[in-house]
């Protein structure tokens, strides 16, 4: 049992086991974790929600460690939670060694988890999603969510936070060309890291080339000019400009905008909800388990067409429930 009022008091060490609880796939432990997830909704969408992506190595988590140190400076709680695209193909990280984040994890304001190892990455992110709420009843101001952007999973982190920083590396305009005009469209903080040693100069060209670009993209926000920031987690450089843009941004979005963001991707996620649990629900039937096989073999022979295929394969399921 999560002792709730040692949660809610800040106490990391019941912070990490409700977290656990809600990673947890047995079922028993999944009543539990609803049940905990209930009780603390009326404490829960004080934080600030930050999502952080950009390619392997540009030092999300570096900054993430400057950028979390700062900020409990300022004497703010800071949690951060990571999703690893990779968990969820190989059950390993690509979140490199510096997700341990050394200097941050020992600093009393702060709490890191690392991205839970389930099978989808669907699941990874509901689980996310959960912990965002929990760390929030655990008094956390500021809840960080770093993500590696190599995939959808951007998409997923976008659309739990409430501001969205994409970090670049100093590069020239045609690697800018690399970056999925789709990930660039979620910016609302753009940030040119590794500004430091040789890199210097081209961090600032790029970041006239990434302003350029960004022109030509409507920002999330339409009052909002998507800025562009350099940085050197390494030395430690930027980072409170970066904070004040977070801030700025927020302050921007302002509490009603706020609010219905937050309502928005409240409906989204019942509805992805939804889904994944009549599919977990049709997936563990042992009514239409045998059709499984026939069907997708009809399917990949081109016997029968796909839409046909799942119309007959949820009748016969909803048929088993009347
Ligand atoms: N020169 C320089 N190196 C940096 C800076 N920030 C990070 N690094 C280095 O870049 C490497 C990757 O840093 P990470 O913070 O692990 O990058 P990441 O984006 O979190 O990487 P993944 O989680 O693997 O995607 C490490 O060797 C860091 O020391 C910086 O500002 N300047
Ligand atoms: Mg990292």
Known sequence: MIDIDALRSGNRRALGKAITLLESTRADHRVSAEQLLESIMPYTGESIRIGITGVPGVGKSSLIEVLGNY?????????????????????????????????????PSAFIRPSPSQTTLGGVARRTQEAVLVCEAAGFDVIIVETVGVGQSETLVASMTDVFVLMLLPGSGDELQGIKRGIMELADIAVINKADGELKGKATRAAADIKHALQLIQPRLAQWRVPVEVTSALENRGIDEVWQRICDYSDTLGKAALLERRQVQSRQWFWNETRERLLDELKSSQFVKADFGSLERQVMSGELPPSIAAGQLVTKFLEQKK
């Open 71 to 107: 900020v409990a400076g300022l004497g703010k709680r800071v949690a951060v939670l990571t999703i690893d695209p990779s968990s969820s193909l190989t059950g390993g990280s690509i979140l490199g060694d510096k997700t341990r984040m050394e200097t941050l994890s020992i600093n």
